[in-house]
């Protein structure tokens, strides 16, 4: 049963009056990731039959272009001048996304974590003071390609480059809440109630199949579109621990500093720079459009669609535990979920006018499934 965030809400609203008038939140510098963050980073759980692994951003720059309307407007950029290309650019991939198979930097199959759930693909971990004993740490996922659901068959959504997040609120260095990025929402609960934590506390968190959306359960979970329901698959398959190798950061609201990194991402990210975090563009191509033989679409639902921005625009000043300004609903039983994995339904009333659409990319041989 669901109740609003008071709590955190209402005792942070004061303190960030000035994130909503546009001005940066003080921040105490620190030297480095707190200790809790990294005793409290979640686990995360792949699914067992995941296709598309965790990627390395320093690899996905280099297979992609910067393009404003479909037309190159640079060479392929690095970490040290992303963010001087136009905030208006889509990275836009230098290979077929709609190739089979697929291109290895795409699937990052030598990337899927080892044994002990490391993973050559540094993660991205920020933390930001939120003060009163307030901070938030968001786990930022990235990965080069996200594998959209199916409906009856039917692939929707998807699309190069994916950033998903965690993040957990904490008051005086202890998990207060936590929050689960899936799709264009997600998912926020009290740290007592979450549901699946490991035996030292750390929270569990099962990637979607494909998409990647972060859920707190396994199964099948469901999210709904103008005309029907889609349905994301978890289970506790591979493990990846973010803790073992990422770059650090703190965000006062305006500035990023760094907070030294772990792995390969610790070592690499002095000479990085901070720039690369405050760029607004898109990380991957722009949505086809509806004359390229690759998209097809519906309802307002497309085969592929534009890639994501980056950790900067994901609300990391927010007020509430989730991102949303309409209210916080805190998850505090578990939301049922289906067991078994199936493409997605359409609603009845949408019903004919899909199963006509269906028909015509069948009589034109538009394949439909990849």
Known sequence: MASRAVFASTVLVSLFSCVAHGTSLPLQKRDAIPDYALTYAPQTYLYSGEEYFPSDIVEHLAHTVPKVNFSA???????????????DAFLTSLDDPDADPRADWMTSVANKPDGDGLSPAPATIIAVNKADGFVDVFYFYFYSFDLGNKVLGVRFGNHIGDWEHSMIRFKDSKPAYVYLSAHSSGTSFTYDAYPAK????????????GTHANYAYTGEQDYVLPFGLLHDTTDEGT?????????????DGSAFTSAGGVGAGGQTQDAEGLDWLNWLGRWGDEQYPDDDDRQYGIFGQYHYVSGPTGPVDKKLTRTDVCPSTDGCDIEGARVA??????????????????????????????????
Request: aromatic content about 14%; glycine content about 10%.
């Open 73 to 87: 407007v640079g060479d392929a950029a690095t970490l040290q001048t992303l963010n001087a290309v136009s905030t």
């Open 198 to 209: 490991t035996d030292d506390g750390r929270p569990k968190v099962y990637v979607g199949t």
């Open 239 to 251: 493990l990846w621990d973010v803790a073992k190798n990422f770059r650090g950061y703190w965000y």
């Open 337 to 370: 979920s289906r067991r078994e994995a199936g493409d997605g339904e359409v609603y009845d009333e949408y019903r004919p006018e899909f199963d006509e659409f269906k028909q015509g990319l069948d009589d034109n041989d538009v394949p439909y499934s990849h």
